[in-house]
Every structure is written in structure tokens, then in C-alpha cells.
T-cell receptor, first 112, second 113 residues
Framework: EAQVTQNPRYLITVTGKKLTVTCSQN?????MSWYRQDPGLGLRQIYY???????DKGDVPEGYKVSRKEKRNFPLILESPSPNQTSLYFC???????????FGPGTRLTVL | DQQVKQNSPSLSVQEGRISILNCDYT??????FLWYKKYPAEGPTFLIS?????DKNEDGRFTVFLNKSAKHLSLHIVPSQPGDSAVYFC????????????FGKGTSLLVTP
């Protein structure tokens, strides 16, 4: 089954404790992206990657890192999480940048 | 700076009637527009898209209209069904922006029986 998977689905952590949210797709897609969804703000893009070893900042990249060492994986790294990073995070992939993007189920992160 | 705007946070429509969801954008470099539908506790799912070289695209009950001169697009759902109740996001992208996807804040559609 074609899908985008994210882990963990739920995470509660404390300020400053480094964490990684994994994202994997099995559709051989070149384009992958991370978004956060906050009430009243919709979906905002954090980082995106057009291909392996190519990443670019989206609208809200501060406090986040990403890497794209393999085509299928695009982890989101929070080196020192803060409470304002409490949010619902979605990973997405597509064959090409402007194709429809397939979204993962989301990761709800709470930073205390 | 919100480049894609959905000015109606919510919309309520009776079953069987037409639902019209609106979206405005500010960046003339956008050349591809998409609509996504989102249910609670799920990721957004793609609904329909339109290229800037077209002014209309139809897929079953869903039609998207694009007015480039007004920088406006709309999604029409006819007839509306209760299962259409969800949050609808408008998104825009373009080659010159590296295909970064810009989303609106979403419109919550409620279709009542």
C-alpha cells in the first residue's frame, strides 16, 4: 500500500530535550516536505526537499533541522524543543514538486 | 505574509445544495493550485488541482475555477453531501518558488442533512 508513515504519532517532551520525528514514504517520490498545523494558522511549511541531499527552508524553519540522505526518508529534528513548537506536524511527499502531495497521519507534539 | 488567503473560516450548506469555497492569492508567480480536504485526526488528502493555463477543472462533483486576473480561485461541490463535511485547504505553488507549497488557513465546511 502506497503511504507516508510518521513516527511517533504522539509525543510529550520537555524543553531542550532533542527529538526526531521520522518520515518515510514507499512511493519512490522525489519531493518531501514537513508542515505544522496550528489553530487559526492553517498549514505552514517548515522545510522541503526536492531530492536526495537537497533541502530548502519553507515559511517557518526556525528551530528545526532536516536531512535527506535517502530518497524514502526525511526526518525532522528539533535540537532544543521549546513550548512554541507544540503543534501537529505532517510529513508529505509527491512525485514532483507540483504534483498532489500525499500526507502522513500526523504527529502531535507537546513540549512542556 | 499570507500569500494564500481563505477569508471564510466556516461555511454551512444544506445537503444537495452547492458549496462554494473561495481562495485568493497574492503571488503572481504561482502557476499551480490545489485543494485538499482534511478530516479530524487525519492528514490532508488531495482533492483537485488546476494549472494556471486553465480556468476550469472538473472531477465528478468537484469543480475548481481559476480567475488569474483577479488572483482568485473557487471550489464548487455539487451536490453537497454530509460526508463532504471537513476542512478544505487551498494551496498554491510554482516553479519559481521551488514548488514550496503555500496553504491557506482553511475553511470548515458543514453539510447538514
Amino acid at each position: 500500500e502506497a503511504q507516508v508513515t510518521q513516527n511517533p504519532r504522539y509525543l510529550i517532551t520537555v524543553t531542550g530535550k532533542k527529538l526526531t520525528v521520522t518520515c518515510s514514504q514507499n512511493m519512490n517520490h522525489e519531493y518531501m516536505s514537513w508542515y505544522r498545523q496550528d489553530p487559526g494558522l492553517g498549514l505552514r511549511q517548515i522545510y522541503y526537499s526536492m531530492n536526495v541531499e537537497v533541502t530548502d527552508k519553507g515559511d517557518v524553519p526556525e528551530g528545526y533541522k532536516v536531512s535527506r540522505k535517502e530518497k524514502r526518508n526525511f526526518p525532522l529534528i528539533l535540537e532544543s524543543p521549546s513550548p512554541n513548537q507544540t503543534s501537529l506536524y505532517f510529513c508529505a511527499s509527491s512525485g514532483r514538486g507540483h504534483d498532489e502531495q500525499f500526507f502522513g497521519p500526523g504527529t502531535r507534539l507537546t513540549v512542556l | 505574509d499570507q500569500q494564500v488567503k481563505q477569508n471564510s473560516p466556516s461555511l454551512s450548506v444544506q445537503e444537495g445544495r452547492i458549496s462554494i469555497l473561495n481562495c485568493d492569492y497574492t503571488n503572481s508567480m504561482f502557476d499551480y493550485f490545489l485543494w485538499y480536504k482534511k478530516y479530524p485526526a487525519e492528514g490532508p488528502t488531495f482533492l483537485i488541482s488546476i494549472s494556471s493555463i486553465k480556468d476550469k477543472n472538473e472531477d465528478g462533483r468537484f469543480t475548481v475555477f481559476l480567475n488569474k486576473s483577479a488572483k482568485h480561485l473557487s471550489l464548487h461541490i455539487v451536490p453537497s453531501q454530509p460526508g463532504d463535511s471537513a476542512v478544505y485547504f487551498c494551496a498554491a505553488t510554482g516553479q519559481r518558488s521551488g514548488y514550496a507549497l503555500n496553504f491557506g488557513k482553511g475553511t470548515s465546511l458543514l453539510v447538514t442533512p
